[in-house]
């Protein structure tokens, strides 16, 4: 199986556009997240999703929107997009059985707002 | 609140010697703890994780990390350091707190072998 995928992996935008940044697993993982990593900060939870039709808001969540609809997608929507939203956006799944479980990665989308 | 603490912007090392990237937590409770690698242009890899048992967790690539509950640490380590280890390291801390599957991430650190 493909693992956690992400689409695009890079994207310049311009101040007061829109865009979603998307994200799959095939591993039938029902918690997924998205993270932003910013230098010096580490990665911060922006949202989250325990399963299909229930989103919560994490760390950062100001700016952006996510919906859940099936359980192998998760978007991320930026409704218009800032220059303090230029990141790199991960986003991870993780089985919801147990404190152990693992979160697995995806590779990454690099995103530039002029 | 749990956190990570990483006190280290960049470990620097030479090949063959050893290696260890520090990581301190801070939590309430029983610490689950994480450390992902990053390698340039990539996401993060799982490498290992302490959940409980012995204090000395092995993982991938040949690394392994201590749990020291008195001195709230868990310290990243490699017998024999690699150029291709050199990365970035984070730590996490799983937050029970919030009832769910939220990691908080250390800063990061990274680590340079050089050859």
């Known amino acids: 199986n493909a693992g956690v995928t992400q689409t695009p992996k890079f994207q310049v935008l311009k101040t007061g556009q829109s865009m979603t940044l998307q994200c799959a697993q095939d591993?039938?993982?029902?918690?997924m997240s998205w993270y932003r990593q910013d230098p010096g900060m580490g990665l911060r939870l922006i949202h989250y999703?325990?399963?299909?039709?229930?989103?919560d808001q994490g760390e950062v969540p100001n700016g952006y929107n996510v919906s859940r609809s099936t359980t192998e997608d998760f978007p991320l929507r930026l409704l218009s997009a800032a220059p303090s939203q230029t990141s790199v956006y991960f986003c991870?799944?993780?089985?919801?059985?147990?404190?152990?479980?693992?979160?697995?990665f995806g590779p990454g989308t690099r995103l530039t707002v002029l | 609140a749990q956190s990570v603490a990483q006190p280290e912007d960049q470990v620097n090392v030479a090949e063959g010697n050893p290696l260890t990237v520090k990581c301190t937590y801070s939590?309430?409770?029983?610490?689950?703890l994480f450390w992902y690698v990053q390698y340039p242009n990539r996401g993060l890899q799982f490498l290992l994780k302490?959940?409980?048992?012995?204090?000395l967790v092995k993982g991938s690539y040949g690394f392994e990390a201590e749990f020291n509950k008195s001195q709230t640490s868990f310290h990243l380590k490699k017998p024999s350091a690699l150029v291709s280890d050199s990365a970035l390291y984070f730590c996490?801390?799983?937050?029970?707190?919030?009832?769910?599957?939220?990691?908080?991430f250390g800063t990061g650190t990274r680590l340079l072998v050089s050859p």
């Open positions: 991870a799944s993780s089985t919801d059985r147990g404190i152990a479980d693992t979160q697995y």
């Open positions: 591993m039938n993982h029902e918690y």
């Open positions: 999703s325990v399963g299909a039709g229930i989103t």
């Open positions: 939590v309430s409770g029983n610490p689950y």
């Open positions: 302490y959940i409980t048992g012995d204090n």
């Open positions: 996490a801390v799983r937050d029970i707190d919030t009832g769910f599957q939220k990691l908080v």
